[in-house]
């Protein structure tokens, strides 16, 4: 047979690691959950943050403003007016030059008629098209002019036309009047329901090259072309009015001398019969066009700003994710992929699928629409409190263990064993017992006779023997613990006590009870979303009345009581069943309280006290607690609860003998 050899996997990440964090997921979560969050907030405030090498929503909310910033810096969007006056003005600053040396009097007519021509530059370049210019760098500049103004218009509907119409052949002119042509008999075959995808493939092997977007069908190219027509709209209302006008005579003679006014019109009527509301959606919801930046754009690059600018508002909202029933489905990843590139996208599939997976295996549920925890969840929150309030323990090896001297059944097994005696419960050590058997009946070197097991013989194993204890935690709930912060620390606290018992102490019977002007008993799976009581009263006396019932439902259970609490009793029950508050504490409540604080000591139950906050009434308190049951009183930090709470329940609990 060939020999293996195994060692750690070193090729890359490992293969049969989860793709998905879940777990750490839920330990993200805890935190705000446990600070009084609701599972769907911690999971939106976990999406929002990311995880490790996952960038969250915040971070490409980050993205796209600073995105957005850039693009307003490029410059102004009343550009291409610039450009156009500035060619127009360098025109007819050539054609006075070639005019000026000669005297006769057409040279002087035709000044005339440059003087005459009207400031508005659309109506000038008008009155102009048919002019006779004597300069030839004159006609060669308002030439480009024209030219300029072309590639503008139909770069603004067509993104990256301008380039494709740099070519002086008028063969590239014709070819776009033709994919206009075919462009506008599309959409009205798809309008009678007659368009294939074929169409749409037989359309794009021609006409590729003239956009660069590569739209798959012909509803991305359609949201494409709507895109851009209504950042034109924005564009021409962030003008003024001199300016709308003028921009809109230009960009109407730019298409009619290039013969293509026809078919845009023919384009713009059948965008608008498949989206009537363009209009108004180039402007609701559309961000503000101001561009701060000082150099001049193009119609062209002004329009691919403000389409941009509108693809970042809208992945800006759905990234903020603060409206009613946002999800990360709302977020379109094309948007994403177009602003950020392919890395980001996967950013965002990786939250999605960390939502998926945390319903998938059993950590969130949801109830009527409400995300909720399930109990896998709060197991994991327990347990990872534990291991952390464990982590900040010193020296606390061994501490507290509920190890006995004698041996006993309820333990492990120790590997040593003694004599049977009457009573014993121990199993029985077998071989021991048959050895002990033969070297009593079977002298050395004699034939072995048959075994007689006597009395004498029996061994029983050892095991380690525990006792079991029966706790009862009481949690104050009231507001005040919330204004002093300390409500997440006792929740905490809770769960990693819960996961102690539950782990190592299986055998212990624990209780939580969570006290404000009423006391209730808490089970595992609240405490995680158990949030403080907004309510008037500390009613310690009805929190001890349901711990004695649970002590003495286990009567053969060792007493633990702990009390965590930011304030003296100022509640108690009444004989109807209703709670009584006062404040100071009426001496009625004191009294109640004490009475019951004196039944725990008569069950042999030492309370021991965590104070949370320096208040000298509960100070008094606690002490005269003390003093009647033989109980501790502890003072601490509220980042140091959750350990002290651990240690000192270890610490009782290895102090228990028989």
Do not use: C
Request: proline letters at 5%; zero cysteines.
């Amino acid at each position: 047979m060939a020999n293996y050899r195994y060692g750690r996997y070193v090729y890359g990440p490992d293969p049969l690691a989860l793709p998905y964090d879940v777990r750490g997921a839920v330990d993200e979560m805890g935190d705000s959950i446990l600070g009084g969050a609701t599972p769907a907030d911690a999971l939106r405030d976990l999406l929002r943050r990311g995880m490790r090498d996952r960038r969250g929503l915040d971070d490409m909310l980050r993205r796209v403003r600073e995105r957005q910033r850039e693009i307003r810096d490029r410059g102004r969007l009343d550009g291409i007016l610039e450009q156009a006056r500035a060619l127009l003005d360098t025109a007819i600053g050539q054609e006075r030059a070639e005019l000026f040396p000669d005297p006769s009097d057409e040279a002087r007519l035709r000044e005339a008629d440059l003087d005459a021509l009207p400031s508005d530059t659309a109506q000038a370049i008008r009155q102009l098209a048919d002019y006779d210019w004597r300069s030839a760098a004159a006609r060669e500049t308002f030439e480009k002019l024209r030219d300029l103004l072309r590639g503008e218009v139909l770069d603004s509907q067509f993104r990256g036309m301008r380039e494709a119409l740099q070519s002086p052949d008028p063969a590239a002119m014709q070819r776009v009047k033709d994919m206009l042509a075919d462009l506008n008999e599309m959409l009205a075959a798809d309008a009678r329901g007659e368009h294939t995808q074929d169409d749409f493939d037989s359309f794009m092997s021609k006409y590729q090259d003239l956009f660069p977007d590569r739209p798959q069908n012909l509803e991305e190219l359609v949201d494409s072309l709507i895109s851009r027509m209504a950042a034109a709209e924005r564009l021409l209302r962030s003008l003024s009015d001199e300016q709308r006008e003028e921009l809109a005579q230009l960009m109407a003679q730019a298409l009619d001398d290039a013969g293509l006014a026809s078919e845009m019109a023919r384009l713009a009527d059948a965008l608008r019969a498949r989206r009537p509301d363009l209009d108004s959606a180039a402007m609701t919801g559309a961000p503000d066009p101001t561009m701060t930046g000082s150099t001049p754009l193009g119609l062209g690059d002004a329009t691919s700003a403000l389409a941009e600018l509108a693809d970042l508002a809208s992945l800006e909202s759905a990234l903020a994710q603060d409206y009613p029933g946002a999800s990360l489905d709302d977020i379109d990843e094309e948007a994403v992929r177009r602003a950020f590139g392919r890395q980001a996208v996967d950013d965002v599939e990786a939250l999605r699928q960390i939502e998926r997976e945390l319903e998938a295996q059993g950590y969130l549920t949801r109830n009527g629409g409400k995300l909720e925890l399930t109990p896998k969840a709060v197991r994991r929150l327990g347990d990872t409190a534990l291991r952390e309030i464990f982590s900040e323990i010193r020296n606390g090896r061994g501490t507290g263990d509920h190890d006995r001297p004698d041996a006993g059944q309820a333990g492990e097994l120790t590997g040593t064993t003694r004599a049977w005696e009457f009573g014993d419960e121990q199993p029985i050590d077998a071989p021991a017992t048959v050895r002990n058997a033969l070297l009593r009946s079977h002298p050395p070197g004699g034939r072995p006779p048959r075994v007689k097991l006597d009395p004498r013989d029996f061994e029983v194993a050892e095991t380690e023997r525990r006792t079991a204890a029966v706790v009862s935690l009481l949690v104050d709930l009231s507001y005040s613990m919330h204004l002093r912060g300390t409500w997440a620390a006792a929740k905490q606290t809770a769960l990693a006590l819960h996961a102690l018992l539950r782990t190592k102490f299986p055998q212990d019977a624990i209780q939580v009870v969570g006290f404000s002007n009423y006391a209730r008993e808490l089970r595992e799976t609240e405490l995680a979303g158990l949030g403080w009581d907004m309510v008037q009263g500390t009613n310690l006396h009805h929190a001890l009345l349901l711990a004695g019932r649970h002590i003495d439902r286990h009567p053969e259970h060792e007493p633990v009581v702990i009390v965590v609490t930011d304030g003296e009793p100022t509640a108690h029950l009444q004989r109807d069943g209703r709670y009584w508050f006062d404040w100071p504490p009426s001496p009625e409540t004191l009294e109640l309280t004490l009475a019951e604080v004196d039944k725990m000591t008569r069950r042999h139950a030492t309370m021991n006290i965590f104070m949370l906050a320096d208040d000298a009434g509960l100070s008094a308190f606690v002490e005269n607690v003390a003093k009647r049951n033989g109980g501790r009183v502890l003072q601490a930090a509220p980042e140091h609860l959750g350990e002290y709470v651990i240690r000192d329940f270890l610490h009782s609990r290895g102090a228990i003998r028989r």
